[in-house]
C-alpha cells in the first residue's frame, strides 16, 4: 500500500531463532500497529505505538517485542520462534486511534 | 467481552445482484466503524469508514451504514460484478463498558463470491 511498506514479505525461519520484521512509513502518522492473522482467529493486535519510543501490549503479546526509534519505522522481535507464531503479519498506521486504519501488504513468516 | 460478528461468514451470489453484508458489534461505546476488502493472500484495503458522528457513507457502488443504538453496521454492495469477490472484514473502534483503553475489534469476515 502506498506509504506503508513491510519486510521481507515471505520469511522461513527455524525453531528457536530470533527474527524481526519492519515496517516503514512514509505518512509521518504517529500511530503505528502490528497485527497477526489466523484461520478461526481474524486479525489480532500484538503491540501498538503512540509515538517514538512509546508502545504498548495488545491482546497477544506474548513472545514478541517491539521497538520505534524512529517515527518512520516500528519493528517487531519474535524472540525465540516457535511453531505457533507461524501466521501472516500486518502492520497498520492511523493519524489517531479514532482515525481509519491504513495497512501493509503483509509479512508471511514460516516458523519449521 | 467485546465482539464484532459478521454474518453470513460466506456468501455466493450471481453477477448483477445487490447485496447486503452485516456486521454488528456488543456492548460499548462506539467511535467509528471501518470496512475492509481482502483479496487472497493480500493485504487489507480500506473501502469506507464511518465515523460515530455519521450515519453512512457511500462511494461508488458501496454504500455503509451505521446505527449504534442497535449495534449494528452493514455494507450494501449494488450490482455486484465478479472482480467484488473478496473476504470483507468489518472492524470497530470501541470503548470497553468497563474501562480502559479504546481499541480496535475486527470481525472474521465475510467471504463473498460472485458468479459471472
Known amino acids: 500500500d502506498a506509504g506503508i511498506t513491510q519486510s521481507p514479505r515471505h520469511k522461513v525461519t527455524e525453531t528457536g531463532t530470533p527474527v524481526t520484521l519492519r515496517c516503514h512509513q512514509t505518512e509521518n502518522h504517529r500511530y503505528m500497529y502490528w497485527y497477526r492473522q489466523d484461520p478461526g482467529h481474524g486479525l489480532r493486535l500484538i503491540h501498538y505505538?503512540?509515538?517514538?519510543?512509546?508502545?504498548d501490549k495488545g491482546e497477544v503479546s506474548d513472545g514478541y517485542s517491539v521497538s520505534r526509534s524512529k517515527t518512520e519505522d516500528f519493528l517487531l522481535t519474535l524472540e525465540s520462534a516457535t511453531s505457533s507464531q507461524t501466521s501472516v503479519y500486518f502492520c497498520?498506521?492511523?493519524?489517531?486511534?479514532?482515525?481509519?486504519?491504513?495497512f501493509g501488504s503483509g509479512t508471511r513468516l514460516t516458523v519449521v | 467481552k467485546q465482539e464484532v460478528t459478521q454474518i453470513p461468514a460466506a456468501l455466493s451470489v450471481p453477477e448483477g445482484e445487490n447485496l447486503v453484508l452485516n456486521c454488528s458489534f456488543t456492548d460499548s461505546a462506539i467511535y467509528n466503524l471501518q470496512w475492509f476488502r481482502q483479496d487472497p493472500g493480500k493485504g487489507l484495503t480500506s473501502l469506507l469508514l464511518?465515523?460515530?458522528?455519521?450515519r453512512e457513507q457511500t462511494s461508488g457502488r458501496l454504500n455503509a451504514s451505521l446505527d449504534k443504538s442497535s449495534g449494528r453496521s452493514t455494507l450494501y454492495i449494488a450490482a455486484s460484478q465478479p472482480g467484488d469477490s473478496a473476504t470483507y472484514l468489518c472492524a470497530a473502534f470501541l470503548l470497553p463498558p468497563q474501562g480502559g483503553s479504546e481499541k480496535l475489534v475486527f470481525g472474521k469476515g465475510t467471504k463473498l463470491t460472485v458468479n459471472p
Open positions: 497498520a498506521i492511523s493519524v489517531g486511534q479514532e482515525d481509519g486504519y491504513t
Open positions: 505505538s503512540y509515538g517514538v519510543k512509546d508502545t
Open positions: 464511518i465515523q460515530s458522528s455519521q
